[in-house]
């Protein structure tokens, strides 16, 4: 089918194709370069620090006044009568990561911008996870004392000694994480009445105005349970990644039916044309047609593709359902009522071999138990740790062109652009998506 083999319009018709498609094709270049889903996807502009950086200086200045030893007079915590319950506890399992701790981050961008009032309701508790606590560099820093409200070690958790002892000289940090995970998620549980549970990995960053927002959310979510719209739920997400919600291979035959029909449509649209309409018989010949619709649709269909699921249907700002493709226990809000369950299946799972990781764990409960997971978007927080030790490497150092960004690609692209400008951003809480 070469091309003198067509007339001179049809010709100029495949010539004006070729024009477009470069053309869309250099448009979704662009627009597609922060989707982790698409083919397009440069990691230098999807994993650019922009307004998380802009948290981590602004909320590290306001702690660096609750660093000095004569700063406990003016305690963060304010002296305003408190309510007789805790809204929301914030639990945090630190360990000793590699080139960097992230710890001061966490904790000041979730207080920094927070009301007397909002502060008040919020009990924040950080378990330095090491069975020699003064390991961690930030264990005898100043400003933990003095901002924060419970600094927990083994010792004060009814950790299982022996055992962890045994992990950290075996470098079994995949088990130590679950077992460290129970022993803050239950701390928070104990030691608290807070109805919400709110469990971070120590090294994320809030939005300036994530507790509003996810105060907000979780009313709506409890609304949703009342009227039986979602189910009883486990947690509400606070940091997703995009990068799982892309093109899944599960739902092929959705694509490929959708695929089908477009270019059955072609086909009948073109057959159908060149029947009542005579003027176009001498273009739409069956060998042009064959070229339009095996060849030109399913380019376009394929560009679609290529694009990125993410770049065509972003999630809308809300809460939603996400049950699968959730990525990541880097900031979840746990539903008091369905911890109980949740922290015997940790302690059964911990004893399992293969041992599974945290986040795997958490959702093979909200199977078992069939309940809701929901995620609020954009994310609230984002995940700035560099590295881990759970990479089994034999050193560490700074890769890639920047310093902040989530390690794996574990990086939300949606907190980066969402708050940048209109830090106030509006927040329409519909229906579960
Ligand atoms: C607090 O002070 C210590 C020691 O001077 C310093 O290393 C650390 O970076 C400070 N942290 C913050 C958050 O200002
Ligand atoms: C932390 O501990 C080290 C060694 O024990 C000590 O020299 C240092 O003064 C301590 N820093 C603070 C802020 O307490």
Redesign the pocket.
Known sequence: MALYHYNRKQRLLLSSFAILFFSLFVFCHFRSARDPGSWFFQPTEGYRPGYSLQRINESLEWLSTFNR?DASTHHSVPVVSPPREKTACVGIVTVKRPLQQDLDTTVASILDTLSPEQRAALTVQVLFALSNP?DHPD????WVTNVVDHVLTYDDVDAPGYIIRNLEKKNNIKKKSLIDYRLGLQSCYEMTDAPWIIMLEDDVVAQRNWYEQTMRSVQQVEDWRRQETIKDWLYLRLFYTEKFLGWNSEHWPTYLSWSVLIVSLCATAGIYTRRTIRSTQGVLTNSFLLVICFVCVPLLIGLFFLAGRVTWYPLQDGVHVMNAHGCCSQALLFNRENIPPLLEYFEHMEDVVPTKAVDSVIEMQAGRAELDRLAISPSQMQHVGAVSYKEKKKTWKWEGPYRVKGAHGVWSMGFEQAYGIHSDRWFDLGSPA
């Open positions: 030893s003064s264990y005898n820093q100043t």
